[in-house]
């Protein structure tokens, strides 16, 4: 008998009070702490869901915004393009302005100061 009561395998006493304290541990958590645990779980599910929808939010916005903002970078580009081609054609028309009426002066100013059949000294 005595090999027996050495045994760890023979269950005894101790083995029915830990097993009962287990399951009273096990109640308490069941109990007290799972509900509270629960409730924190669900509540930053919740917040995630929220910040999440608000990021979709905040997306679709910076989408629409970004839409108006190439547009209207797009719209200033061809206002831009319109103002210098209207500058470019100014500034032709002002020179050829000046160049007929430098040519015309020149014309006139040779002409009272030589006669036609005269050479102009600095003409070879």
């Known amino acids: 008998m005595l090999?027996?009561?050495?045994?760890f395998l023979v269950p005894n006493a101790t083995i029915i009070v830990e097993?009962?304290?287990?399951?009273?541990?096990?109640?308490v958590i069941g109990k007290y702490v799972l509900p509270v645990v629960n409730g924190q779980l669900e509540q930053r599910q919740q917040e995630i869901k929220?910040?999440?929808?608000?990021?979709?939010?905040?997306?679709?916005?910076a989408e629409k915004t970004r839409s108006e903002r190439d547009q209207i970078l797009?719209?200033?580009?061809?206002?831009?393009?319109?103002?210098?081609a209207k500058a470019t054609r100014q500034a032709e028309q002002v020179r050829d302005e000046a160049?007929?009426?430098?040519?015309?002066?020149?014309?006139?100013?040779?002409g009272r100061r030589y006669p036609s059949n005269a050479s102009v000294p600095w003409t070879s």
Do not use: C, P
Request: net charge positive.
């Open 3 to 7: 090999i027996a009561s050495s045994n």
């Open 19 to 27: 097993i009962i304290a287990f399951l009273i541990v096990l109640l």
């Open 50 to 61: 929220k910040a999440l929808e608000t990021a979709d939010l905040a997306k679709v916005e």
């Open 74 to 84: 797009s719209e200033a580009r061809h206002q831009a393009r319109e103002i210098l």
């Open 99 to 110: 160049q007929t009426r430098g040519s015309n002066g020149w014309s006139r100013a040779r």
